[in-house]
């Protein structure tokens, strides 16, 4: 079974950085694509970042040079490191990924950033 268990969310300050990670598990995680998604209140959920099996990335507009996706294929973790956060950060971040055409989600974890 697919479990994706989200940490590191908290209350801060604009300006300041947190660090999310994911743990999966019930997957080969060396081979799977990893994402980040947000959801601000009111708003779609939207794709943050990604990371794909050799490590390429790709990221949103609005966080690049900020934030940073990586990933521990030991320890079958995704990170996201967020510095500079901004108010428009703000929301529920989730993890996801897709096996076999299906998409598994985390339970989601709350950023919140203050002005």
């Known amino acids: 079974q697919v479990q994706l268990v989200e940490s590191g969310g908290g209350l801060v300050q604009a300006g300041g950085s947190l660090r999310l990670s994911c743990a999966a598990s019930?997957?080969?995680?060396?081979?799977?694509?990893m994402h980040w998604y947000r959801q601000a209140p009111g708003k779609q959920r939207e794709l943050v970042a990604l990371?794909?099996?050799?490590?390429?990335?790709y990221y949103v507009d609005s966080v690049k040079g900020r934030f940073t996706i990586s990933r521990d294929n030991a320890k079958n973790t995704v990170y996201l490191q967020m510095n500079s956060l901004k108010p428009e950060d703000t929301g529920v971040y989730y993890c996801?990924?897709?096996?076999?055409?299906?998409?598994?989600w985390g339970q989601g974890t709350q950023v919140t950033v203050s002005s």
């Open positions: 996801n990924t897709q096996v076999r055409g299906v998409g598994y």
């Open positions: 019930g997957i080969i995680f060396s081979i799977n694509a």
């Open positions: 990371i794909f099996s050799d490590a390429t990335t």
